[in-house]
């Protein structure tokens, strides 16, 4: 395959999704002060408008693989950036905490759906050699879509007050979305789904206009994997493998407490003594390291490997979280907490952050990709609105336990990783499957 000829329109098209998906997703840290005092909110009440949200993003996940697979990841992710945009401006212009809730639901629907299609879209367009890196950078873009809204958040602080302030913390999003759907419009659908659907004319098309390579002899690779395919349907007697290990990588995600960490970001800092606008500045600290690290974690995928990186990260976010834990249970050591969460940020950001997307988008045959996606993001997403909800209300008691529990989870993912993870490096979509079954 012409690899270094690749259009990178395509690919930097479906990556800015993430762009919105790390927005939307750090965004509610800027804004969870305001709504507690505009609303009055207990910690129950705020765990509960942050984490409902996320009840779109589970839906969204589990709700876009089947549609995904028969109209195209493309196709789909138009819709996703349509709702993207009604997301931003009704939560903008939101009278009301229900109202709010509303719109936020459709964004989480747009971050559900973005999670599972953009990856999948990418990995299908992208040479297996430079697989990890192109679909890494969704994973880019969702941290800087984190950054974004970070420096967002601190520069309207510094210039806005009152309920205003929130309201354009929030709409903001609006701009990039339209840019998501504009660039949508002008890229072709997946030759390997076309050709998957019968429709080979339009896969030579859509192959001459990504610049893929030769399609004729693309066309009779993507033929003859799904001669070795397993069949249309996702069945846990044929996919068994794939499916553990989707709900297993996506599980340990978000037991590392990232997105407890992201959301509460403020709340964190404020608990060891800061002020809100040194919390703010410290969560810009946070999202450049994020930034950086996952930049490395690119450059380093393809040529490393998945395993290796999730085995680092597992090691080191450990060891990171412990220490936060023993901040809180001490009640001394303030000063370690900013470094503490930046090699947190860091060991995450090369290792599950760099690795989670990419992987979910390799282990499933092109017939079930996108349903096998939906699974692995579901699962994300279903145990993230968990841990948004639960961590406000367990930190209240004992700010320490959260962080002592992500960081034994971190240990059991070390252990699960080493003993059943297969390595899936360098190894085309076409004979994943047999990679995977046979590990």
Known sequence: MATRSLNPNAVVAAALGGLLFGFDTAVIAGVTDALRHSFGLSPVALGSAVSAALVGTLIGALGTGAPGDRYGSRTMLLWVAIAYVVSAVGSAASGGLAML????????????????????YIAEISPAERRGLLVGSF??????????????????????????????????????????????????????????KGR????????????????????????????QGSGA????????????????IALFNQLS??????????????????SGLSADLQSVAIGVANLVATLVGMAVIDRIGRKPLLLTGAAGTA???????????????????????????LFF???????????????????VRARGQAIGSATHWGMNALIAFGFPVVAQHMQALPFW????????QFIVVWRYFPETRGISLETMEEAVEGS
Do not use: C
Request: proline share 4%.
């Open 101 to 120: 809730i509303g719109f936020r639901f459709i964004g989480g629907l747009a971050i559900g759906g973005s999670s599972v299609l953009a990856p999948v």
């Open 139 to 196: 994973q880019l873009s969702i941290v800087a879509g984190i950054l974004a809204a970070y420096v967002s958040n601190f520069l309207i602080g510094r210039v806005i007050d009152g309920e205003l302030a929130w309201r354009l913390k929030l709409g903001v999003a609006a701009l990039p979305a339209l840019l998501f759907l504009a660039m949508l419009l002008r890229i072709p659908q997946s030759p390997r789904w076309l050709v998957q």
């Open 200 to 227: 080979e004319a339009e896969a030579r098309e859509a192959i001459r206009q990504l610049s893929m390579g030769d399609p004729d002899r693309l066309i009779a690779q993507f033929r003859a994997g799904e001669d």
């Open 233 to 248: 349907r996702l069945d846990w007697r044929r996919h068994h493998k794939p499916i553990l290990l989707a709900v297993a």
């Open 257 to 274: 407490g990232i997105n407890a960490i992201l959301y509460y970001l403020g709340d964190i800092f404020a608990a060891a003594g800061f």
């Open 319 to 345: 060891a990171a979280l412990a220490a936060v834990a023993a901040i809180y249970t001490s009640g001394t050591g303030q000063v370690w907490l900013l470094p503490a969460l930046i090699v947190f940020i």
């Open 349 to 367: 950001a090369i290792s599950q952050g760099a690795v989670i997307w990419v992987y979910l988008s390799e282990i499933f045959p092109t017939a």
């Open 405 to 412: 529990f992500f960081a034994a989870a971190m240990v059991v």
